[in-house]
């Protein structure tokens, strides 16, 4: 109905939050690891998109159970194309819980009809 692409907006914004903290966490950042005015600054890129995305939560919810077996593999997919950690057995592992998650929403719809 809506489309995928509203879920990988969503991923999108998180792996870019994530690796925005996590640079500027960094013990080699301006500030080490406290965050600086000039590290804020450069985050207001991120910050200024919340609004947008609040405003498609509806269409995330509505999409994610809507999701067909093609879509969910397409997903988990793109994921796990973004998703790396130094472990690659846990990296395995929240692949396949992030699967899970993304299967749960015919389940929710099932019950919420």
């Known amino acids: 109905?809506?489309?995928?692409?509203?879920?990988?907006?969503?991923?999108?914004?998180?792996?870019?939050?994530?690796?925005?903290?996590?640079?500027?966490?960094?013990?080699?950042?301006?500030?080490?690891?406290?965050?600086?005015?000039?590290?804020?600054?450069?985050?207001i890129g991120l910050i200024t998109k919340i609004p947008g995305l609040i405003g498609k939560a509806d269409d995330l919810y509505i999409e994610w159970k809507d999701l067909d077996d093609l879509e969910v593999t397409e997903i988990r997919q793109?994921?796990?194309?973004?998703?790396?950690?130094?472990?690659?057995l846990i990296e395995a592992d929240i692949e396949d819980v992030w699967?899970?998650?993304?299967r749960i929403g015919r389940i929710v719809e099932r019950h919420t009809k």
Not at 20 to 30: C, F, G, H, N
Not at 99 to 102: C, R, V
């Open 78 to 88: 793109y994921f796990a194309d973004k998703f790396d950690i130094s472990n690659d």
């Open 1 to 43: 109905m809506y489309g995928t692409d509203v879920i990988k907006d969503f991923l999108d914004y998180g792996f870019s939050l994530a690796h925005r903290i996590k640079t500027v966490k960094a013990e080699d950042s301006p500030g080490g690891e406290k965050v600086t005015w000039g590290e804020i600054v450069g985050s």
């Open 99 to 102: 699967e899970i998650m993304l």
